[in-house]
């Protein structure tokens, strides 16, 4: 019997009709200004926060992936726990991922991969809630023809798992690796610019030390991401950065959103 993972929180951070889902998408992707990429996109950084918040400005990374929308066929997508308090992280035991758009097989093999893996660990109840994943699937049913995910929540977890968590399941171009996280949480505008232009600053420059919860509430995945990057080659841009102020909030109590790419240099 299969084991499904059914969407918690549809209808609440997106849409739970999967036509009026599949049009706000749509139209953010069409709004989104890609950058002209040489190779398929490797690691992309998107927030994670309601749609009419962050998805704007999601939209400008997963765009980029249109052109390779039938090579990119595993999809790891490593995000925060914003409700369950646990170490080291966790996988899930389900067989899919089920969104309005429809199931997303697991990758059982990449999973199993990762099980040897000392701090990786089965929790279904760190999954059963969180949104930091969920968010990002039905833009990627929307974009991609056939593909796999590998669901993966941070708890407290050392950079260097991460890393080596990326390392195992890198792949080639078939694999993409999602980091979720939303950036700077209920500062003025200004204030919350300021703190934001520091983590892009800081992501481009690879610094894993200035990227911490007060930046970043995935900071866990990036300062992974950014430790794995230090040994690898690997270019960064910033894609977009915005606030809840500049998209559907008001510019009290903000709340950061940042998209940025990491590709694999053409001569590598």
């Known amino acids: 019997m299969e084991i499904i993972r059914p969407p918690a929180v549809?209808?609440?951070?997106y849409p739970e009709n999967p036509d009026v889902l599949s049009d706000m998408i749509e139209q953010d992707l069409a709004q989104a200004t890609p950058a002209s990429v040489a190779t398929a996109p490797k690691v992309l950084i998107v927030p994670h926060a309601g749609y009419i918040y962050s998805g704007p400005i999601a939209a400008s990374?997963?765009?980029?992936?249109?052109?390779?929308?039938?090579?990119?066929?595993?999809?790891?997508?490593i995000g925060p726990s914003h409700r369950v308090g646990f170490n080291g992280v966790a996988i899930s035991s389900a067989d899919n991922f089920d969104t309005p758009l429809g199931p997303i097989p697991v990758d059982k093999k990449a999973q199993a991969k990762l099980s040897e893996i000392a701090g990786v660990h089965v929790i279904d109840e760190a999954h059963a809630a969180e949104h930091s994943l969920e968010v990002q699937l039905p833009f990627l049913q929307y974009i991609l023809d056939k593909f796999a995910i590998v669901p993966i929540v941070a708890g407290d977890a050392n950079p260097q798992l991460i890393?080596?968590?990326i390392e195992t399941l890198w792949g080639g171009p078939e694999t993409?690796?999602?980091?979720?996280s939303d950036l700077s949480h209920y500062h003025q505008y200004q204030t919350a610019q300021q703190l934001d232009q520091t983590t892009s600053q800081a992501i481009l420059d690879l610094d894993v030390n200035t990227v911490d919860s007060q930046h970043a509430c995935g900071c866990v995945g990036i300062r992974g991401l950014l430790t794995f990057a230090q040994r690898h080659p690997l270019e960064a841009s910033v894609?977009?950065?915005?606030n809840s102020g500049d998209t559907a909030g008001s510019k009290d109590n903000v709340v950061g959103y940042g998209a940025y790419l990491f590709t694999e240099p053409t001569s590598a």
Do not use: N, T
């Open 10 to 13: 549809a209808g609440m951070f």
């Open 61 to 77: 990374a997963f765009a980029l992936l249109e052109p390779y929308r039938q090579l990119i066929s595993r999809v790891v997508i």
């Open 176 to 180: 993409l690796i999602v980091i979720s």
């Open 163 to 165: 890393a080596k968590i």
């Open 239 to 242: 894609l977009d950065l915005r």
